[in-house]
Nanobody, 124 residues
Framework: QVQLVESGGGLVQAGGSLRLSCAASGRTFSVYAMGWFRQAPGKEREFVAT????????YYADSVKGRFTISRDNAKNTLYLQMNSLKPEDTAVYYC?????????????????WGQGTQVTVSS
């Protein structure tokens, strides 16, 4: 199995940027498709972005396309989410997750391992 720890969240003004990181330990990182999800208060957890095992394929939610970039460094066992042009509606707890059974997925229920989350707050 794999353990995931997110970092990089914080408070930022609208239009600003943040870079989230997710450090993985345990089983070989490159066997997992990885994803970022977020959950705002009173809302369900939603898909943000996902990247394939080798980093060659990515998918994004329409709400973040063109503003967020997901990437991974398998040599460093780390997943990233670069977030630019942040909006107040991006405020949420952001989670990274690992999926060991599919090549790439947008479905939270298919992910096997989750981090504890990091808070991102965007002020207007």
């Amino acid at each position: 199995q794999v353990q995931l720890v997110e970092s990089g969240g914080g408070l930022v003004q609208a239009g600003g940027s943040l870079r989230l990181s997710c450090a993985a330990s345990g089983r070989t990182f490159s066997v997992y498709a990885m994803g970022w999800f977020r959950q705002a208060p009173g809302k369900e957890r939603e898909f943000v972005a996902t990247v394939s095992r080798n980093g060659g394929t990515t998918y994004y939610a329409d709400s973040v396309k063109g503003r967020f970039t997901i990437s991974r460094d398998n040599a460093k066992n780390t997943l990233y989410l670069q977030m630019n042009s942040l909006k107040p509606e991006d405020t949420a707890v952001y989670y990274c997750a690992a999926d060991e059974n599919t090549m790439i997925s947008r479905i939270p229920g298919l992910y096997d391992y989750w981090g504890q989350g990091t808070q991102v707050t965007v002020s207007s």
